[in-house]
């Protein structure tokens, strides 16, 4: 009886459908094999510091393996260049930092698109920077040294941690909105930077706020302002820059990108066993003792914050003329 055999009709579908479930499944089960955390930075940043802290707790709660790879190099646009070609299937992830909004102002010829090419996934953790200076600098506050540098004729001299990074940028943001002369001295590094100023060969910095916390309680350098909101978890008595400057902010921040491409019921998942990472005590309270703010967020909620980082330190890169690569 002709009911009891298939159509061609129903045998096409079917074959069309058997891929697309596959794929179906391949997604509801991920991840079922380790994931590449690719950082591109190197070891003991704050980037990397985050992600071991964060991805450590995932792995746990996942059960499978988070591998943490750091590539380094040209600001960071070495490793987004191969994630941004990576297969879009949730096995390669970006663990990244402040540079992901900046890049895109100070290179020319990048081999892919910010926009267009990575899908943010969660907001990991925001980490205000510290101005900080020489103890012997007789300045307590932004307003001293506001005054401070104005009643010198050639500015104040500021190291940063290098040219287009976050502590560039914050000082040509804070040399605009005070009015002042700032000369900025570029490191190759925020660690070489902070030893000059503890040294009192430059007598400012702006220092990432995990960083430079023991240095500030053993009195080597002296705190200034930050440039976050409110107050800090570990270093309370630190005013906020914007109690001065009204609107001044700027943090480091990281944050997961995926692929362009990337299943949507992956980035789900992964923003959701990120945000359960987040409220667990051990990440919790790690990130307090490193200053590092967090909250809850979902993946559209962190690719807004992004298309406002983008639009600020766009427009501090073009106001200051800073040109790289």
């Given at each position: 009886?002709?009911?009891?055999?298939?159509?061609?009709?129903?045998l096409?579908?079917?074959?069309?459908g058997?891929p697309?479930l596959?794929?179906?499944?391949?997604?509801?089960?991920?991840p079922n094999?380790p994931?590449r955390?690719?950082?591109?930075?190197?070891?003991?940043g704050?980037?990397?510091?985050?992600?071991r802290i964060?991805?450590?707790?995932l792995?746990?709660d996942?059960?499978q393996?988070?591998?943490i790879?750091n590539r380094?190099g040209a600001?960071?646009t070495?490793?987004?260049?191969?994630?941004?070609?990576?297969?879009p299937?949730?096995?390669?992830?970006?663990?990244?930092?402040t540079?992901?909004?900046?890049n895109?102002s100070?290179?020319?010829?990048?081999?892919?698109?910010?926009?267009k090419?990575?899908?943010?996934?969660?907001?990991?953790?925001?980490?205000?920077?510290?101005?900080?200076?020489?103890?012997?600098?007789?300045v307590t506050?932004?307003?001293?040294?506001?005054?401070?540098?104005?009643?010198?004729?050639?500015?104040?001299?500021m190291?940063?941690?290098?040219?287009?990074t976050?502590?560039?940028l914050?000082?040509?943001?804070?040399?605009?909105?005070?009015?002042?002369?700032?000369?900025?001295?570029?490191?190759?590094?925020?660690?070489?930077?902070i030893?000059?100023?503890?040294?009192?060969?430059?007598?400012?910095?702006?220092s990432?706020?995990s960083?430079?916390?023991?240095l500030?309680?053993?009195?080597?350098?002296?705190?200034?302002?930050?440039?976050g909101?409110g107050?800090?978890?570990?270093?309370?008595?630190?005013?906020?820059?914007?109690?001065?400057?009204?609107?001044?902010?700027?943090?480091?921040?990281?944050?997961?990108?995926?692929?362009h491409g990337?299943p949507?019921?992956?980035?789900?998942r992964?923003?959701?066993?990120?945000?359960?990472?987040?409220?667990?005590?051990?990440?919790s309270?790690?990130f307090?003792?490193?200053n590092?703010?967090s909250?809850?967020?979902t993946a559209q909620?962190?690719g807004?914050?992004?298309?406002?980082?983008m639009?600020?330190?766009?427009?501090?890169?073009?106001?200051?003329?800073?040109?790289?690569?």
């Amino acid at each position: 009886m002709s009911g009891g055999n298939p159509t061609r009709r129903a045998l096409l579908a079917a074959m069309a459908g058997a891929p697309l479930l596959g794929r179906t499944n391949a997604q509801s089960a991920w991840p079922n094999r380790p994931v590449r955390v690719m950082v591109p930075y190197p070891p003991a940043g704050g980037a990397d510091t985050t992600a071991r802290i964060i991805y450590a707790k995932l792995s746990q709660d996942l059960g499978q393996p988070f591998a943490i790879e750091n590539r380094g190099g040209a600001g960071g646009t070495i490793c987004e260049a191969m994630v941004a070609k990576a297969d879009p299937d949730g096995y390669t992830i970006l663990h990244d930092a402040t540079a992901f909004s900046v890049n895109g102002s100070l290179y020319q010829d990048l081999p892919f698109d910010y926009r267009k090419d990575f899908d943010p996934v969660f907001l990991v953790g925001l980490v205000a920077n510290i101005l900080v200076c020489t103890p012997s600098v007789p300045v307590t506050s932004v307003a001293d040294v506001i005054a401070y540098a104005k009643a010198s004729p050639d500015g104040i001299d500021m190291a940063s941690s290098g040219n287009g990074t976050l502590q560039h940028l914050l000082l040509e943001l804070f040399k605009r909105t005070a009015g002042i002369k700032i000369n900025h001295i570029p490191y190759r590094g925020g660690g070489l930077a902070i030893t000059d100023v503890m040294a009192g060969q430059v007598k400012f910095v702006f220092s990432n706020g995990s960083a430079v916390v023991g240095l500030i309680k053993s009195g080597k350098v002296k705190a200034i302002a930050q440039t976050g909101k409110g107050r800090l978890a570990s270093l309370p008595d630190i005013p906020a820059m914007s109690d001065t400057l009204p609107g001044f902010e700027g943090y480091d921040w990281n944050g997961v990108f995926v692929p362009h491409g990337t299943p949507e019921s992956i980035v789900r998942r992964l923003n959701l066993g990120l945000n359960t990472a987040l409220r667990s005590s051990e990440v919790s309270s790690r990130f307090a003792d490193l200053n590092v703010e967090s909250r809850p967020n979902t993946a559209q909620e962190f690719g807004a914050y992004i298309d406002d980082q983008m639009t600020l330190w766009s427009r501090v890169v073009r106001e200051a003329n800073i040109k790289l690569g």
